[in-house]
């Protein structure tokens, strides 16, 4: 059994920063790439980033040089750092990795609220 357990989402002011974590555990041979989504009220879940397991990112554009994505491959760990943060980052956001256990699959966590006050 695979967990993807999230943490460091809150309440920001715009302007602010906020460092999210998320810890992937269970049976894990390995794990290919790791991600951050969001979805806003009302809107579609949409990527924020991503990184492989060589190290390869790629942001949205609404977040390019704002938001940096990285991870520990030994903790099985990725975080995202959020600067700057903005009103319409106001989202939940949900971490997702694909993790070879017997077989390659994709896991989602189980979401963390992020709030940016103006």
């Known amino acids: 059994q695979v967990q993807l357990v999230e943490s460091g989402g809150g309440l920001v002011q715009a302007g602010g920063s906020l460092r999210l974590s998320c810890a992937a555990s269970g049976r894990i041979f390995s794990i290919n790439t790791m991600g951050w989504y969001r979805q806003a009220p009302g809107k579609q879940r949409e990527l924020v980033a991503a990184?492989?397991?060589?190290?390869?990112?790629n942001y949205a554009d609404s977040v390019k040089g704002r938001f940096t994505i990285s991870r520990d491959n030994a903790k099985n760990t990725v975080y995202l750092q959020m600067n700057s943060l903005k009103t319409e980052d106001t989202a939940v956001y949900y971490c997702r990795a694909e993790i070879r256990t017997t077989y390659l699959d994709a896991y989602w966590g189980q979401g963390t609220h992020v709030t940016v006050s103006s």
């Open positions: 990184i492989s397991s060589g190290g390869n990112t």
